[in-house]
């Protein structure tokens, strides 16, 4: 057992780890109405209902100064906590020295971020530059590379092939694609190449298929 720390803005992934984790039938602490004092109870204490090792979650915790450093001065103590402590934080400031002393002490901190956003009509006028000149087409990717996820913007490229195999459903540099995508798709998931070299590499070759 023992205290972890969630954050992040995808809310969703972060609500079902929470149940993975602490399971059904959990306890629940709103942090705004916690106090420096009641730590120790919540940490080191037992319930009077049930036998065994607790299940809590604390929401928004460590908003509270006072709680944050309190936690902090008896961090050794609470982690020996026999308890399933889950501290769900809507935000996590990673500056504060506080913080800092909770990732040097090995407390779990996992961060779920919302993908962003990929722009569709970038991704096709990128796939459709590579079909004439794949510098260009790159030149032109890593520009927009930093805001897009490589993952999301490759399924548009793969949406954007489709596409034109519909168009085209005897052509021979369609088909192509769509098998040099296909390979693409396997080493982005069974090597640790990074997934932007990956795309970069496709689009590079792409006018020559």
Known sequence: MGISIFTGDDRGKIAAEVRRRLGEGYEVFEGENLAPGD?????LGATLFSAGARKILVKDGLENKEVLEALVARLGEFLQTENEVVIWETKLDKRLAATKALVKAGV????WKLAPEVDTRAVFGIYDLALRDGARAIRELEKIEAEQDPYMFFGLMVTQALKKLEWRPNGAKEKRALRE????????KSTAVEPWMLVKSFLARLAWL
Not at 39 to 43: I, K, R, T
Not at 108 to 111: K, P, V, Y
Request: aromatic share 6%.
């Open 181 to 188: 995508l296909a390979k693409v798709d396997m080493q982005m």
């Open 39 to 43: 730590l120790p109870g919540l940490f």
């Open 108 to 111: 779990e901190i996992r961060e």
